[in-house]
């Protein structure tokens, strides 16, 4: 191992990892090599959401989250909302209602949106926005996102 490497260990997506990581990769670097492409890095200064991954259940920006602190903790990404090949509740929401163009930004908003109605099962369009005010739509697909979120939160709670 080289004096720029580390040996970590973290739960991804529900299962244990291991991985030598280099000190100046970060969290979408990372997630790259275990070919994860959900988290996009773009702006690459935590403002855009578009690399957001929950770490121990918090979002973080993956652009500026070190690889290495990640150690010990639980990572979740959106390749993990799908089950048994089946969209989630949120992703065939953000499909219906038409919520992304281009679909760059699309990851972060989805997996933002699995956090918010986690934490909050009927939000309010003011509270959407608040919510996912740190992600940003260069296409301007707003009004759907909160279509899709309403929706989505519409449908978990039938569920």
């Known amino acids: 191992m080289n004096q720029h490497a580390k040996s970590i260990s973290f739960v991804l997506n ?30 690459g200064q935590g403002l855009c959401g578009c690399c957001t991954v929950i770490v121990d259940d918090i979002a973080v920006s993956g652009c ?19 089950r048994d090949g089946r969209l989630s509740l949120v992703q065939q ?10 679909g760059f930004c699309t990851s972060g908003f989805i997996l933002m949106t699995h956090k918010l109605l986690e934490e909050n099962p009927m939000p309010t369009d003011e509270e959407i ?7 940003l739509c260069r296409c301007a697909a707003y009004p759907e996102i909160i279509s899709a979120v309403k929706s989505a939160a519409r ?3 039938r569920s």
């Not at 500026?64 to 959106?78: H, Q, R, W, Y």
């Not at 929401?93 to 281009?102: L, N, R, S, V």
């Not at 926005?129 to 992600?135: I, Q």
Request: overall charge negative; charged content about 25%.
């Open 64 to 82: 500026l989250c070190p690889a290495a602190f990640i150690d010990g903790k639980s990572v979740e990404t959106i390749e993990n909302l799908d």
């Open 14 to 43: 529900g299962s244990k990892a291991e991985m030598l990581v280099q000190t100046h990769e970060n969290l979408v670097e990372l997630l790259n090599r275990l070919d994860l492409h959900g988290a996009r890095e773009s702006c």
């Open 155 to 157: 449908k978990m709670a």
């Open 93 to 102: 929401a953000y499909i219906d209602e038409g919520a992304f163009q281009c």
């Open 129 to 135: 926005r608040n919510y996912l005010a740190g992600n």
